[in-house]
């Protein structure tokens, strides 16, 4: 059984600064892409960030560019997600996701965290 617990987030002013960790626990042969994602009342969720399994590629939501970093720790199954410069519109509910190999069979499926609140007001 595969769970990803995010941690980390919390209220923060306007400009401030936020650590995001997801880990990953369970029967794990592998992990592939690692991501966070984010969903704001009444939105649709997006993407804000994803890293491949060896940390050399990652991609960012135009809106986050600059002020976000996702990075990743294999030895611990954790990915990380430094948030910097925040502002209100960052506002949301994120989620950690994953492509994990659970099986020997080589399958590589998706997994979603619970989610963690971030909330950026004066």
């Known amino acids: 059984q595969v769970q990803l617990v995010e941690s980390g987030g919390g209220l923060v002013q306007p400009g401030g600064s936020l650590r995001l960790s997801c880990a990953a626990s369970?029967?794990?042969?592998?992990?592939?892409?690692m991501g966070w994602y984010r969903q704001a009342p009444g939105k649709q969720r997006d993407l804000v960030a994803t890293?491949?399994?060896?940390?050399?590629?990652?991609n960012y939501a135009d809106s986050v560019k600059g002020r976000f970093t996702i990075s990743r720790d294999n030895s611990k199954n954790t990915v990380y997600l430094q948030m910097n410069s925040l502002k209100p519109e960052d506002t949301a509910v994120y989620y950690c996701?994953?492509?994990?190999?659970?099986?020997?069979?080589?399958?590589?499926?998706?997994?979603w965290g619970q989610g963690t609140q971030v909330t950026v007001r004066s």
């Open positions: 890293i491949s399994s060896g940390g050399s590629y990652t």
């Open positions: 996701n994953a492509d994990i190999q659970a099986t020997m069979d080589f399958r590589l499926l998706n997994y």
């Open positions: 369970g029967t794990i042969f592998s992990i592939n892409d």
